[in-house]
């Protein structure tokens, strides 16, 4: 049952930064999601928050009874000035969150967010191919834009990266 009438999406707070914390290593420890194979450690991510608000770019958590289910969030997509319109997403659910629709409902904010910071196409590179990644984004409107094989290597397998893209400047309807 999805309970999406209770989930509160807002900017990140410094009180959400061991929420992260654990929500990250879990899918280190447990995911091809993300190729990291150590999970950063809270400190890092108060600097990582802290970095990416101060670039007036979002980070976002999905809250309901005051647990933090799930954050996103939008960085350039890479450091040269042409890539200032582009960003990249990244999304991350607390495992006994998933397939609750709080991963819709988080890029949907984040999409907004993003067009408000002033980025015009948003790219999705997603770790392992994942399915449910890759699933998630394309219910939001992103569309394939590549595949890198093989460039990933962790759990003793080979893993792909999938770009997934989604331009911004196009009316919601229209995607």
Sequence with gaps: MTRLADLTIRPALASDVQAVCDIYAFHVAHSTATFDTVAPDAATWAEKIAAVTARGWPFLVAERDGAVLG????????DRAAYARTCEDSIYIAEDARGGGVGSALVAALVAAAQASGFEQMIAVIGGGEPASIALHAKCGFV?????????FKFGRRLDTVYMQCDLTMERHER
């Excluded at 996103?72 to 890479?78: E, G, H, K, S, V």
């Excluded at 394939?144 to 990933?152: F, K, Y």
């Design 144 to 152: 394939h834009a590549g595949r890198m094989r093989n460039v990933g």
């Design 71 to 78: 954050y996103c969030y939008a960085t350039q997509f890479r």
